[in-house]
């Protein structure tokens, strides 16, 4: 993860922007001859929508608990990007249903997670605060995952080289960027509400074990279902060392050392990433262009 420069600028006021995706010409396999690789991205849209229309009933419900005003600004900006990521993490997948990768199986099974075993729960008071507190953590400790792996994707450069599709890679250059530049609002809110360092620790091995969890199962459903592969094909681990160290995905390696910076007590998400480079390709994103005309 980029380390933070200390002439980025401190904050920036968020905002929901509008985007629009044509999805017409995207091929089932958008970084050529590479499934496997196309696959470890795509598994993103399986889990996105519903995972950020979780944060955002969660954010709100927390508004209540703010009374910082600065803070309320930018939890109020975060929910509106991650309302616009979610619609637009669904347009792919309405796009795969219509061309024979049919998601909805595995996106039933994230529904279920996000809305049953991470949802409200029949009790009000105290114990109400403290699931809500609970899942603030856990969110904060997601945020620090998606941050890495939004300035990942703006510094891959070798996506571009393999001609992955321009539209794609606008849509994870867009939603990375915003990833960035909102990084510090869930760990600031946690922060602010209560901030224990325990629960922090906790939340982010949770985290950890079941995006993983998710992640492998969610590559092996999809390559079992793409239909162009008809099943030929099975993900190994090794091909996850050869597009890590081809810079098509996240290597390994990059995702461990990821992680240890979260356990440090010190630790902010403003000490990671760069806000400069987000608001750069933002300013450019072809699709934010294309709606604002």
């Known amino acids: 993860m980029t380390v933070h420069d200390p002439g980025e600028p401190d904050r920036v006021a968020l ?29 993103l849209h399986l889990v996105l929508p519903e995972g950020e229309r979780w944060f955002v009933e969660v954010f709100k419900q927390a508004l209540p608990l703010i009374r910082d005003d600065r803070l309320l600004e930018d ?27 049919d998601t909805r199986p595995f996106v039933a099974q994230v529904a279920w997670m996000f809305r049953k075993t991470l949802g409200d729960r029949p ?35 070798e996506l571009d080289a393999a001609g992955a599709d321009p539209t794609m890679l606008d849509l994870l250059r867009w939603h990375g960027a915003e990833e960035v530049e909102h990084r ?23 985290a950890i ?37 081809l810079g098509l995905t996240p290597s390994y390696w990059q995702m461990l050392r990821a992680i240890p910076a979260y356990f440090r007590r010190s630790y902010h998400p403003s000490q990671h990433g760069s806000t400069s480079q987000a608001v750069s390709y933002l300013a450019t994103s072809p699709a934010a262009q294309a709606a604002e005309h």
């Open 15 to 43: 905002r929901a922007r509008d985007v629009e995706f044509d999805w017409s010409s995207l091929p089932m396999h958008w970084i050529p001859g590479e499934p496997f690789a196309t696959h470890v991205v795509n598994f």
């Open 75 to 101: 939890v109020r900006g975060f929910v509106g990007q991650e309302a616009m990521h979610a619609e637009s993490h669904q347009g792919v997948l309405d796009h795969f249903d219509a061309h024979g990768l």
């Open 123 to 157: 009790h009000g008071g105290r114990r109400a605060e403290a699931w809500l507190v609970e899942r603030l953590a856990l969110i904060a400790a997601i945020e620090h995952l998606t941050a890495f792996l939004g300035q990942w994707v703006l510094d891959a450069r």
């Open 184 to 206: 510090s609002v869930a760990f600031d809110l946690y922060t602010h509400v209560d901030g224990g360092y325990a629960r922090r620790c906790r939340t982010m091995v949770v």
């Open 209 to 245: 074990a079941v995006l993983a969890i998710l992640w492998v199962r969610g590559v092996r459903f999809l390559m079992a279902a793409d239909p162009v592969l008809r099943g030929r094909r099975k993900p190994r681990w090794r091909d996850l060392l050869r597009t890590g160290r």
